[in-house]
C-alpha cells in the first residue's frame, strides 16, 4: 500500500472514531438509565421517574405490601436523592399537618442557615397538593453545604405522600436530574 492511501485510511480511521465518542457522556441520557418506580400504600399506588432505583425495607419499593398502612421509600446517587413516603390519613398525620411540619422543622434546626421557602398549589394528575420548595446552608462536621429540597405533598383517596427531591444547589448534574424528574408524578401504576 503506498503512503498516501495509508495516511487517507488512518485519517478517515481516527475521524471516525472521534466523531463516534464525540457525544458520550454529553447528556444525562448517556449518564443515567431513567424509569419508573411504583409505590403502594393503603392499596393505592403512584408511580414516579428516577435515574435509579427506590428501595424500602431493603428491597425494591414495587415489590413493598400494597396494603401497608405506612411506606418509607430512598433512592440516591451522588447528585440527587428521592425519599417518598406514604401513610394511611389520620387526624394526625394529614396533608396539612405535613406541610407545617416540613416548613416548621427547617425554621428550628440549629444546623441550618440561610433558610428560604416557597409553597405553591400544585396539581398531581387530577388532585390538589403543595410543592415546597427550600433552599438552606446545613453545616456539619466543620462543613457547610448549600441544599435545594422540592417536595410534593399530596393526598390520593386516604393516603397523604410526600415525595422529596433533594440536591447539593451547587451541583450542576443534581440540579438537571431533579428539573428532569421532579414533580414527574403519576397517580397509579404507569410503566
Same mark, same amino acid.
Given at each position: ?52 432505583? /427506590? @428501595? &424500602? ?6 415489590? *413493598?405490601?400494597? !396494603?401497608? +398502612?405506612? $411506606? #418509607? ?24 399537618? /405535613? @406541610? &407545617? ?6 425554621? *428550628?434546626?440549629? !444546623?441550618? +442557615?440561610? $433558610? #428560604? ?26 462543613? &457547610? ?47
Amino acid at each position: 500500500m503506498n503512503l498516501k492511501k495509508y495516511k487517507i485510511i488512518l485519517t478517515a480511521g481516527l475521524l471516525g472514531t472521534s466523531l463516534l465518542f464525540a457525544g458520550c457522556g454529553s447528556s444525562l441520557d448517556d449518564q443515567f438509565v431513567f424509569g419508573r418506580n411504583r409505590i403502594h400504600c393503603d392499596n393505592q399506588t403512584i408511580t414516579i421517574s428516577t435515574p435509579f432505583e /427506590l @428501595v &424500602s425495607n431493603g428491597k425494591q419499593v414495587d415489590l *413493598g405490601d400494597r !396494603a401497608a +398502612s405506612v $411506606v #418509607k421509600a430512598e433512592g440516591h446517587n451522588n447528585h440527587l436523592q428521592i425519599l417518598v413516603t406514604g401513610e394511611k390519613v389520620t387526624a394526625d398525620m394529614n396533608e396539612k399537618i /405535613l @406541610v &407545617s411540619e416540613a416548613q416548621d422543622m427547617l425554621k *428550628g434546626n440549629p !444546623a441550618l +442557615s440561610n $433558610v #428560604k421557602s416557597d409553597v405553591k398549589d400544585v396539581k398531581i394528575g387530577n388532585l390538589d397538593g403543595k410543592m415546597l420548595t427550600f433552599t438552606f446552608t446545613e453545616t456539619g462536621r466543620g462543613k &457547610s453545604t448549600d441544599l435545594t429540597v422540592d417536595e410534593y405533598i399530596f393526598t390520593q383517596k386516604d393516603t397523604v405522600w410526600r415525595v422529596i427531591y433533594q440536591y447539593r444547589s451547587a451541583d450542576t448534574t443534581g440540579q438537571a436530574l431533579a428539573e428532569r424528574v421532579s414533580g414527574k408524578i403519576v397517580l397509579g401504576s404507569e410503566f
